[in-house]
């Protein structure tokens, strides 16, 4: 009797093992996939601004006189020609005056030696109806520096020209427009030639410029 209850345990207990492990196990939960995170937005870098250096005008040249004119050629001449230059030679002269004709073969000599820093400007006096010929006599002397006709000129007679009692006439001016050195009245005598002689007159207000 005992063995035959001993025989009915030992199958109820294999029997029951048999069922715990029959028993699926529960499907494990799959882990929530993640989600990739956004890649970040790129901030592109601020374009540095572009400061531009303020513009700074610059003071208008002052000059001693201010005048405004034409060449025969029609070019307009101000005051602002002494200004390119460290000296301009002024020469006043006419067709009709005999002096002024035999001088401008050597100021067209002359125009062609001027040092860089210096300019050369010549003013006819002519009337209107005499300006045509003191145009030609400039093309057969081969002067090729502008003449201003003093007709089509303002602010010169009152400056400069109402001062000019003969001709010819010269006088030098700095940059600004004042007066260098004293008028050359007539033709100038010195050195080989009337060109020499301007060269030596151009030297010496060049060193007067130049406090030598």
């Known amino acids: 009797m005992k063995k035959t209850i001993a025989i009915l345990l030992l199958l109820l207990l294999l029997a029951g093992c ?24 790129e901030v592109p870098p601020a374009e540095a601004a572009e400061t531009e250096a303020p513009q700074v ?5 002052q000059y001693a006189f201010t005048f405004s004119g034409k060449t025969l050629e029609g070019q307009k001449v101000t005051q602002e020609f002494f200004g390119q230059y460290d000296l301009t030679m002024v020469n006043v002269w006419a067709s009709w005056c005999g002096p002024c004709k035999s001088e401008l073969p050597e100021l067209g000599e002359l125009y062609g030696k001027l040092p860089e820093n210096v300019g ?22 081969g002067c090729t520096f502008p003449c201003l006709d003093s ?16 001709i010819p ?5 700095d940059r600004s427009g004042n007066e260098v050195g ?7 005598q010195g050195g080989d030639s009337v060109s020499d002689a301007y060269l030596q007159q151009i030297q010496n207000r060049l060193d007067q410029l130049n406090g030598k």
Do not use: C, M, R, Y
């Open 169 to 173: 006439t010269t006088v030098f001016f």
């Open 120 to 141: 050369f400007l010549s003013i006819t006096v002519d009337d209107p109806q005499d300006v045509k010929e003191a145009k030609a006599l400039l093309e057969e002397n």
């Open 182 to 188: 004293g008028w050359i009245l007539g033709v100038p």
């Open 18 to 41: 048999q069922k715990v492990n029959t028993d699926a196990a529960p499907a494990p939960t799959p882990a929530p996939t993640a989600e990739p995170e956004p890649a970040p937005t």
């Open 151 to 166: 007709q089509t000129s303002t602010g010169l007679f009152k400056n400069f020209l109402g001062k000019v009692n003969a």
């Open 57 to 61: 005008e610059a003071a208008p040249a």
